[in-house]
Structure formats: C-alpha cells, structure tokens
C-alpha cells in the first residue's frame, strides 16, 4: 500500500497495489482489479450489494431496492458505527456514467446532504479495469458537524478491502 499526500503514487497501479491520496477533504484510494468494468459496475450500482462489499462493515441495506441507472435517484442504507446505534442514511445519486462513474452524497432521512460524497469511478487499464473509491468532503460547511464528527469515518484499510470485497462479488 502506498501511502503519501496530495498526489502521491500518481502512475500505474497494479494488481493487488493501492494507492493512496490524501488531502485535507479527501481520502481516495485505488487499485487495479483483473475484472471487466461492466462486472464490477454492475455490483456497485446494485444498493442491495453495497454491503456485501462494504470493507467497514457498518452498511446494511433494505431489500425491495432497484439498481441505480441516473443521475437523481436516490436509495437508502443503515449505518451502524461500532460506537453508536444505527442510522437511516438516504443517498442521492449526484453522478451516474455507466460502467465508468458512481457518486452519491449521504443525507440524513427529510434533510439536505451535508456535502460528504462518495464515488467510485472506473477505467480500463493494463491487467484490468482501475477503480478508485473516494471520500470528499470539501463541500461539508457545517462547521458544527465538522467539530464532532472526524471524516472521513473510515480508514484507507477499510476502503481497500472494500476492493477486495467488491472483486469476489464481482466474480460470483
């Protein structure tokens, strides 16, 4: 795993590799996975399997729930963090490419999102398709949120086996 600021490990990934960026309001990790993008796109945008891939454990997600196709759909998941009780979460898709982009930006149930947006993008390279999973909050401007919560609430251990995770899911 390589680890560094802004802008570090910047260049091919290969299999098994990580790289890791880091900024003050983004945590993005990335990797190359020997799987054909539409497989691993198909899993993402499946909410039913973001807990089957999530490598922090904390996600379930109601079943009843349609895989996402566009730009403005929204789905909804429980979040429970080892120190608290579950919570409603409802995501709304703010960027949809098929194959290649998936974002959301987490809102608490009859509220707008704070800003924190999630985003998994993908791109054929060498030995696979390349995937990166980011965390950015760099639109989050509730500085009360900000004093008590730490973000991003997961570690680039838990993002990265969420790869793990998403390319056996991949291949079942």
Known sequence: ???????????DVGPGEVWVERTPTVLRV????????????????DPLRHSEID??????????????????QRFVAQVRFPSGAAYPVVNHVVA???????AWLPANPD???????????FAEAAGGTAVSQACDWS???????LSRVRLPR????????????LERAARS
């Open 30 to 45: 990335a990797t190359t996975i020997p799987v054909p993008a539409a497989a691993l796109f198909e899993v993402i945008r």
């Open 96 to 102: 949809f490419e098929l194959d290649r982009l998936l």
């Open 139 to 145: 639109a989050v401007t509730d500085t009360a949120y």
């Open 1 to 11: 795993m390589h680890g560094g600021g802004e802008g570090a490990g910047t260049g």
């Open 55 to 72: 490598g922090s454990g904390t996600l379930s997600v109601p079943a009843g729930q349609l895989p996402i196709t566009a730009f403005g």
């Open 154 to 165: 997961v570690s680039v251990e838990q993002m990265s086996a969420s790869f793990v995770r």
């Open 111 to 121: 509220t707008p999102p704070l800003g924190i947006r999630w985003e998994w993008t």
